[in-house]
């Protein structure tokens, strides 16, 4: 969901963050991103040492956990009242928010997949391109990073914890299901006029994040935009492809 400074290391210090507004590539965007990342690394480094029964509960409080922070995204984003145009829980964030915890406790193939691509081809772009005005003033502004965390963050500890790795089987279930999800909502941004996955063309510029915009006019950067994601997935799975390959290779016995 979009929630619609900078200074060098010298200048540093906690008075100049602006408590009330978010600059991306500032002192608060480094120091957002840090936190998360040091959030994660704990999370699985305290996950690898856990009995298998202490992990597995662990699973269960962090679902739990996402949950409660997806419902309270959404409550404290629509506080004034639901807007359809920008307030429904459908970007990609929002949804992937549902499949991180999901994905965690049901180990279902498709869900694990899909968590995968979108968050190491997608969600990695909230921590270099954040779509946030709000402060730290602000709930919107702690909702925001955690919820990207979470998806991420699962992702990585289903990696690194459980042992996902993606194959091309994997790359066609989470491109099957992102070409549905996009469709669904292509359509659905046309009845709105809204911009759920960026995909829409609405009325309020606002809605178009700038990234988005220099990717050209509408619907032509619908096609541009996919062409992207499908080469992010592709991106985000080739290490496994050649990590796989040199795997089978090391285990190979020497021929006789």
Request: aromatic share 16%; proline share 6%; hydrophobic share 55%.
């Amino acid at each position: 969901m979009p929630a619609n400074a900078t200074g060098s290391l010298d200048t540093f210090s906690w008075d100049r963050i602006s408590w009330e507004t978010f600059t991306p590539f500032g002192t608060l965007h480094l120091v957002s991103v840090l936190g998360c990342f040091a959030a994660i690394a704990i999370l699985v480094l305290v996950a690898r040492r856990l009995t298998e029964p202490a992990e597995m509960r662990l699973r269960a409080g962090l679902a739990a956990f996402a949950f409660v922070v997806w419902g309270i995204y959404n409550i404290a984003w629509n506080w004034s009242g639901i807007d359809i145009v920008s307030g429904l829980p459908l970007h990609i964030c929002d949804v992937g928010g549902v499949i991180a915890p999901l994905a965690l406790i049901s180990q279902k193939r498709f869900l694990r997949a899909t968590l995968y691509f979108w968050a190491f081809a997608l969600t990695t772009q909230a921590f270099i391109q954040p779509t946030l005005v709000q402060g730290p003033a602000s709930p919107l502004f702690w909702c925001f990073w955690i919820a990207h965390t979470i998806i991420f963050g699962y992702a990585i500890y289903d990696i690194v914890v459980l042992g996902f790795r993606p194959d091309w089987s994997d790359f066609r279930r989470a491109a099957v299901f992102t070409i549905g999800y996009v469709g669904a909502v292509f359509v659905l941004n046309i009845a709105l006029g809204s911009n759920y996955a960026y995909v829409g063309d609405p009325a309020d510029t606002k809605l178009i994040p700038p990234f988005v915009a220099m990717l050209g006019p509408w619907p032509g950067r619908v096609l541009v935009m996919t062409a992207l994601a499908g080469l992010g997935f592709l991106l985000v799975f080739l290490p496994w492809r050649f990590f796989g390959r040199a795997a089978d290779t090391a285990v190979e016995p020497e021929a006789a």
